[in-house]
């Protein structure tokens, strides 16, 4: 079932920011100022991701994170200085997946100095924050007990709808997480030392005795769609559909009648119709709050502000 090929187009997805609404402009941009770029890139990723398959799913996720606290400017790769950085909120990204952008970066910059690296670089000129806060991720990206409710309200506020909360979700299609991000639905769901009830019960039995055994237990990592955590594929969405979402988010999916429904068609389509749609919901993603012209700027080194 492992097909290289989806992890490359995960992969090149996140790297170019989604941004093939306007390909032309932006394959005018790499022509201009940097033509080798995408070949850089694409060389890279190519070389690296037999090493690294599981890469895709960090990349894609610090994506979403970027995008959600002050649009999609790479703020989410700077360092905390004397004021605690995005990077460092609680549940933070993982090192590899900082590591990978780092050497993308190092290699464009070699080639193209003072360029910027080809995450952010877009047609529409998008440009780097200057800020990152702690505070305001923590308040802005979802986090995994919200209910229906504060989800459709946090992707209201960046501009995306219940079809976008659907599509994008599907994302845990691969990727682990810390059974702290969960373990609560497993052990003390209300505090009386019970398990959430829309948890699959036969499911949170074997979480229970096989992955996370007790509810502090903070090193061991689960597969969120389990046997097919490596493949971008519709299974996330069964599993949702059986109440075996990982997280408080992933079941609150089936607790409003237009995302329940979405679900549905989802698994019953095809899965091109899958890729397409959320190809295009990444995009509208990764068009959040981009900054143009004289705002921000482009970084020399991604994890700091330019001196
Ligand atoms: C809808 C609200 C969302 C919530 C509450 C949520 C929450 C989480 C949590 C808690 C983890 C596990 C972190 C850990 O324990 O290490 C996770 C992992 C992940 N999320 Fe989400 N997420 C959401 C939406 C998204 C979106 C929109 C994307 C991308 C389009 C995404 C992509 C991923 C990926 C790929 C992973 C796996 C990362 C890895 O394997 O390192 N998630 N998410
Ligand atoms: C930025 O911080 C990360 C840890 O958050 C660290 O691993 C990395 O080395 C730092 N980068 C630089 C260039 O100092
Ligand atoms: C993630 O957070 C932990 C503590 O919560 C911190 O020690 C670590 O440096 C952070 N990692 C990154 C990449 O910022
Ligand atoms: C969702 O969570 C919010 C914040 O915790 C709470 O105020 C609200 O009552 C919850 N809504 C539902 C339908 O459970
Ligand atoms: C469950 O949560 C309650 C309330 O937060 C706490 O008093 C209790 O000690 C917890 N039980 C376990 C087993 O963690
Ligand atoms: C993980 O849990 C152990 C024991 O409960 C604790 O000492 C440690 O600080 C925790 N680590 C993190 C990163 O939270």
């Given at each position: 079932m492992r097909n290289p090929n989806h992890y490359f187009k995960v992969l090149i997805l996140c790297i170019l920011a989604v941004a093939s609404t306007h390909a032309q402009l932006q394959l005018g941009f790499y022509t201009k100022s940097c033509p080798k770029a995408e070949q850089i890139i694409a060389n890279f990723v190519h070389e690296h991701i037999h090493n690294a398959p599981s890469l895709a799913a960090p990349l894609i996720r610090m994506h979403f994170h970027d995008c959600f606290v002050r649009g999609c400017d790479g703020s989410v790769l700077l360092n905390s200085t004397t004021k605690q950085a995005e990077?460092?909120?609680?549940p933070n990204l993982t090192v590899r997946g900082f590591d990978f952008i780092d050497r993308v970066k190092s290699l464009v910059e070699a080639e193209c100095?003072?360029?910027?690296?080809?995450?952010?670089?877009?047609p529409t000129g998008r440009r780097d924050g200057v800020i990152s806060n702690l505070v305001e991720a923590r308040s802005q990206i979802p986090a995994p007990f919200h209910n229906i409710t504060v989800l459709q309200k946090l992707f209201q506020d960046q501009g995306l709808g219940l079809k976008d909360l659907v599509l994008l979700s599907g994302a845990h299609t691969i990727g682990i997480s810390l059974c702290t991000s969960f373990s609560n639905r497993l052990y003390n769901f209300t505090g009386k030392?019970?398990?959430?009830?829309?948890?699959?019960s036969a499911y949170a039995k074997n979480l229970k005795t096989f992955k996370c055994k007790n509810i502090n237990d903070n090193t061991t990592m689960v597969e969120m769609?389990?046997?097919?955590?490596?493949t971008f594929d519709l299974s996330y969405y069964n599993q949702v559909s059986k109440r075996r979402g990982l997280f408080e988010s992933d079941a609150a999916l089936l607790n409003n009648p237009v995302t329940k429904s979405l679900v549905i068609q989802l698994l019953q389509g095809s899965l091109e119709n899958f890729y397409a749609e959320f190809a295009a919901s990444i995009e509208r993603m990764g068009q959040i709050k981009v900054k143009t012209g004289s705002e921000g700027e482009i970084r020399k080194h991604c994890a700091f502000v330019n001196s």
């Open positions: 990077k460092d909120a609680p100095p003072g360029v910027g690296g080809p995450y952010w670089k877009v030392g019970d398990q959430d009830p829309s948890l699959d769609d389990p046997g097919s955590r490596k």
